[in-house]
């Protein structure tokens, strides 16, 4: 049992057996204990002020003027919390133990565990604390959170315990202590005045500089050991960041608890491909540690770098094999395909083509409305889901074998595939029930209350009379707030999500007033509720939202793309501090700016767009046609993205 552990356990037990006297000499103890730990560490404890940076558009404004730092050198380097700088400050002023306050700068970023290196000119030499490794903690030992936000003289003090020693895929400490802006960029100490490491927030869903900030003060809260970062040091204060290391694959199955890692897709000319891993291989382990499950391959990834290599043992077939994988701070960036196809809903065991979209790769190449697509190059297709993967997932940039029978004959046609469209594609025909189709007992349509009972949101769903013929259905979910109100525009949806086969989930901020970044998973949850009543197609779901609902409609995709393929963001860009994914073969996003004509929101958000576009995402700037500038849409506007939802699944 560690040193710190026995004390508590002590404490805790002579606590129970002591008279009232004796009860009251422990408390004096502990916080005696408490104190003489916090005054150990105390001088290496700074305030942060930034001054100026880019301000907040579209999206809940986060990001605080005021923060916490740690000194990790006597010569004036200072860890503190990404969360602190994500406005981009113009100007950083450090008050330092004497109660000087100089001028600070940035060094470098950590984004993997969203940590920042700042320097200050210092002629004194500065207190360095003692740093505890995280092999020698047990959850349950005292935990002490220290901040100087708000305070430049005294740190605040919030006492807790280890809950947990590795949190967030292997990047964190967990404590119970009450963390928050009040102390993030500050020390997790333990009773005798280490430090267990650099308190920021984190979040296993969310990789961004805000992710786990929902978290704050509720008993959950993360520290980023200090002596790992230490080994790290020398390369933040050479100015190079150190980023997530990426391995460039997309894994078969969606339960990362119970799935083995067995690869589905290898993206092109990643660390992956370049040394050997193939589609189809199962990892089994990296760096002498087993992967029996995917959640074990995330914690071997969270705890790694770009630049670093590691040795994975790959099962394929029978065979057992080897490969060395550098770790890559980048990838090039996933450009989709696109055939320009639309293949038939109601035919689930073939991909039959409805439609051949005008000046593409298929309409080039001779592809025809019902040719049924048997093979694409060394693929075996017997599903549209199985044609999508083949395309999305083979080397871009030549010509590929797509084997197609037209009535009895086999054709093979040489296709080339071309960049998914930057603007809305013509019409394409309403979906259509097969023939023949009955009613399907105990589909409820209509227009029904749909708010959770564990939520505060108000939230409402509308389900076409078509549900109960079609064999799936699109879905869109409206996110208003108090500037874009749903209302007016409730009757046209409905209208045309009885033409296009879609049902509409309305869904309010808990506020009535904006949404903010932890509503992320309400919404979720809603669509899975959704999902669990009716049969809806991913391919054709998009979250349509106007201002800080049209940030929700970008954040809520950019982490739900497994449920979500579109994203309309009406007067609004996305949020800052948000870690936007990449863009990935078996993830797709198609993202739609709405925006009225020369608008200031148009022009801010121009910059997002080429960020997007660089990063091969599929991106179609658009004006709105509604007399009310952003904060409605009219009914062509409407009509205009049911279209486009409508074509959202081709290929």
């Known amino acids: 049992m560690s040193k710190p552990l026995s004390i508590l356990s002590c404490l805790l037990g002579l606590l129970l057996l002591a008279s009232p006297g004796q009860a009251q000499q422990l408390n004096v103890a502990e916080q005696e204990a408490i104190q003489a730990a916090v005054d150990r560490v105390a001088a290496s404890v700074v305030q942060i002020e930034t001054v100026g940076g880019l301000i907040e558009g579209g999206g809940p404004i986060e990001g605080a003027s005021r923060t916490t730092g740690t000194i990790v050198s006597p010569d004036g380097f200072i860890l503190s919390t990404l969360y602190g700088f994500i406005q981009e400050p113009s100007g950083i002023l450090v008050t330092m133990p004497s109660g000087k306050r100089v001028a600070g700068k940035i060094i470098a970023k950590d984004t993997q565990r969203n940590l920042i290196l700042l320097k200050v000119e210092t002629d004194t030499e500065l207190a360095v604390p003692e740093g505890v490794a995280r092999e020698q903690l047990q959850p349950g030992q005292w935990a002490i959170a220290l901040g100087k936000t708000f305070a430049k003289d005294v740190p605040s003090v919030s006492v807790g315990i280890v809950s947990a020693t590795h949190r967030v895929w292997g990047k964190a400490v967990q404590t119970d202590a009450k963390i928050s802006p009040n102390n993030y960029g500050g020390p997790l100490i333990d009773i005798q005045g280490r430090v267990i490491g650099i308190l920021t927030p984190l979040s296993p869903q969310d990789p961004g500089a805000t992710g786990g900030f929902e978290w704050y003060d509720s008993g959950i809260g993360f520290a980023v050991p200090l002596t790992e970062i230490q080994q790290r040091l020398d390369t933040l204060k050479e100015g190079e960041d150190l980023k997530p290391g ?361 910059p997002q767009i080429e960020a997007l576009e660089k990063m091969k995402f599929a991106v179609i700037p658009a004006e709105t046609t509604g007399n009310g500038g952003g904060s409605e849409l009219s009914e062509a506007d409407i009509e205009t993205l049911s279209n486009w939802l409508n074509s959202l699944d081709r290929i």
């Open 246 to 606: 990426l391995l460039g694959i997309n894994l078969k199955g969606k339960d990362i608890v119970a799935d083995p890692a067995e690869i589905a897709a290898v993206r092109y000319n990643s660390p992956a491909q370049v040394a050997g891993i193939q589609e189809k291989d199962i990892l089994i382990g990296a760096n002498g540690r087993p992967i029996e499950r995917q959640a074990q391959l995330k914690h071997i990834l969270g705890e790694a770098y770009a630049g670093d290599t590691l040795e994975f043992k790959v099962k394929r077939g029978d065979e057992e094999l080897t490969f060395s994988v550098t770790l890559a701070a980048e990838l090039i960036p996933y450009e989709r395909p696109f055939l320009g196809i639309q293949l038939d809903r109601n035919t689930l065991d073939a991909a039959v083509v409805t439609h051949v979209f005008d000046d593409t790769a298929a309409k080039t190449s001779g592809v025809q409305p019902g040719d049924k697509i048997v093979k694409y190059d060394d693929t075996e297709i017997d599903a549209p889901q199985t044609l999508r993967e083949a395309v999305a997932t083979a080397e871009p940039d030549v010509a590929h074998k797509l084997v197609v029978l037209r009535g009895d004959v086999e054709q093979t046609l040489d296709v080339t595939p071309e960049s998914m469209p930057n603007q809305f594609l013509a019409a394409t025909a309403k979906p259509a029930a097969p023939e023949g189709a009955e009613d399907r007992e105990g589909i409820v349509t209509g227009e029904s209350d749909f708010q959770l009972a564990e939520e505060k949101n108000s939230a409402k769903l509308f389900v076409p009379e078509a549900a109960k013929k079609l064999p799936s259905l699109g879905l869109v979910v409206l996110l208003g707030d108090a500037e874009f109100k749903i209302e007016p525009q409730w009757e046209s949806w409905k209208k045309h999500a009885e033409d296009f086969g879609y049902a509409v989930l309305e869904i309010q901020p808990a506020s009535e007033s904006r949404w903010t970044r932890p509503e992320i998973s309400v919404v979720r949850k809603m669509i899975d509720r959704v999902r669990d009543n009716y049969n809806i197609d991913a391919t054709r779901t998009a979250a349509v939202g106007g201002k800080s609902g049209g940030a929700m409609a970008l954040l809520h995709g950019f982490e739900n793309r497994d449920v979500q393929t579109g994203a309309v963001t009406i007067e609004a860009g996305i949020p800052r501090g948000t870690n936007i994914p990449d863009n990935e073969p078996l993830e797709r996003l198609e993202i739609v700016f709405l925006n009225p004509k020369d608008s200031d929101t148009a022009v801010s958000v121009a």
